[in-house]
């Protein structure tokens, strides 16, 4: 009787693993073709897509380095890169400190328009950061933060701070009230809650919105353009790939070695950080 059941069961998820599968395939197939072009000499991209290397998949003399030589070997290209972490840690840690102690006090701390402020924090979500651009840009030409790191970290804290509040503020307001009540009969203050309950609690969502913070921060060209006018000394990777490709694209073959050499980073904050993520994404979906 065990033995039917496992064979109905299996055949019942049968179709589940296959759609998974089928959407790992797709999802992975523009990543499949950008690590094969990355290593194709610039005529042969122009001239085939990239899938024809699969006719004659052991002819070594399609694939080459030049593409990554040549990026790593350009002028700046080891600047950028520590420019980018330069960028990229600040932008993360700051909105996450931030957001836990804001997502701690709209859990758990009673103070008036706490509702009120949290619906203003949830509709900052839906605000395009397009449209803020000028505005803080003319700020920062007042306050001389243009051009600067601080102007950069500043203007991805307050973007990725709404965000942040709203997972963290469900994860927080979901973890066992007896914990914390415990804790205040002891006469443990907020802040002793906060550091030794809250924090060690909230790891997993924290560390996803980490994830989703330093990857958004390290591949964006956007804000680091606006804020920081494309400046050698300050330009992180995404604006050296740019200068590298060209202002009309002639040379977008160097960009996909570029992209690969750019996600060695990303790609181990995720990994290092991996066995939060799957806790953490799904933070607060469930209250107990």
Known sequence: MASVKKKISFWQKTPIHIALVAIAFLWTLPSAGLLISSFRKRDDMLATGWWTVFQHPFELTQYHLGNYIEVLQADGMGQSFLNSLTISIPATIIPIAIATFAAY????????????????????????????????????RDLGLSNSFLGVWLAHTGYGLPLGIYLLRNYIGALPSDLIEAAEVDGASHLQIFTKIIVPLSMPAIASFAVFQFLWVWNDLLIALVYLG??????????????MVGSKGQDWHVLTAGAFIT?????????????????GILAGSVKS
Do not use: S
């Open 105 to 140: 006090a709209f859990a758990w701390m009673k103070f008036p328009g706490r509702q009120l402020l949290f619906i203003l924090v949830v509709c900052l979500l839906v605000v395009p950061l397009q449209t803020t651009l000028i505005p803080i840009l003319r700020t920062y």
């Open 263 to 279: 996600m060695t980073m990303p790609l181990a904050v995720f990994f290092g950080l991996q066995r939060y993520f799957v806790r």
């Open 230 to 243: 494309g400046t050698v000394d300050v330009a992180p990777v995404t604006i050296q790939l740019t200068n």
